[in-house]
């Protein structure tokens, strides 16, 4: 029930596209839905995050969709660019615990 | 701020030998986790300290691995002996009542 399950493993956009990431939760005290973006040697950063008391949140080029009922959130990236080519991670955790239980990762590549 | 700070950013050793790995939260941060990551096993979370407090180990994968948080600006994470099966690159990260965790850069263990 701890799990976050994230797809596809990796994917392969073309530049312009839409690049969209799932990913599934069961726990339903989890309240904060994050994303991390993370470049080859570096650490995870955060992208963009949400609460389920919104379906959606934007933040330029890049969209949380959120489905409370079916336990899902998503990752888009609009437009996407060749520098948008990293891996992401998705996570989930309860406002009470600041533990992050993470997604396996999605590995994006957008070709030019 | 200069952000997490973790050093070395690169170790190589010999099997059987201790590594230390070192961390400099954000100051200010009351929260921090070392994790692993390999490709095969992905984002593993190691140990969880709060208010320099460990809270949840049950990520360290055996008793070769020790962490300690003797104040609230500086963590290690011992290994002791090292075995090649530990080359991973090792993060340290940070996080506020916000939720949001900010890694540092990283330390790629190899054993030989």
């Known amino acids: 029930q701890q799990q976050v399950k994230q797809s596809p493993q990796s994917l392969i956009v073309q530049k312009g596209g839409i690049s969209i990431i799932n990913c599934a939760y069961e726990?339903?005290?989890?309240?904060?839905f994050p994303w991390y973006q993370q470049f080859p040697g570096k650490g995870p950063a955060l992208l963009i995050a949400?609460?389920?008391d919104v379906s959606e949140k934007k933040e330029g080029r890049f969209t949380i969709s959120f489905n409370k009922s079916a336990k899902q959130f998503s990752l888009h990236i609009m437009d996407s660019q060749p520098g948008d080519s990293a891996t992401y991670f998705c996570a989930a955790s309860k406002r009470s615990n600041y533990q992050l239980i993470w997604g396996a990762g999605t590995k994006l590549i957008i070709k030019p | 701020d200069a952000g997490v700070i973790q050093s070395p950013r690169h170790e190589v050793t010999e099997m059987g030998q201790e590594v230390t790995l070192r961390c400099k939260p954000i100051s200010g941060h009351n929260s921090l986790f070392w994790y692993r990551q390999t490709m095969m096993r992905g984002l593993e979370l190691l140990i969880y300290?709060?208010?320099?407090?460990?809270?949840?180990d049950s990520g360290m994968p055996e008793d070769r691995f020790s962490a300690k948080m003797p104040n609230a600006s500086f963590s290690t994470l011992k290994i002791q002996p090292s075995e090649p099966r530990d080359s991973a690159v090792y993060f340290c990260?940070?996080?506020?009542?916000?939720?949001?965790?900010?890694f540092g850069p990283g330390t790629r263990l190899t054993v030989l």
């Open positions: 949400i609460r389920p």
């Open positions: 990260a940070s996080s506020s009542i916000m939720n949001e965790q900010f």
């Open positions: 300290f709060n208010n320099n407090v460990p809270i949840d």
């Open positions: 726990n339903t005290a989890f309240d904060y």
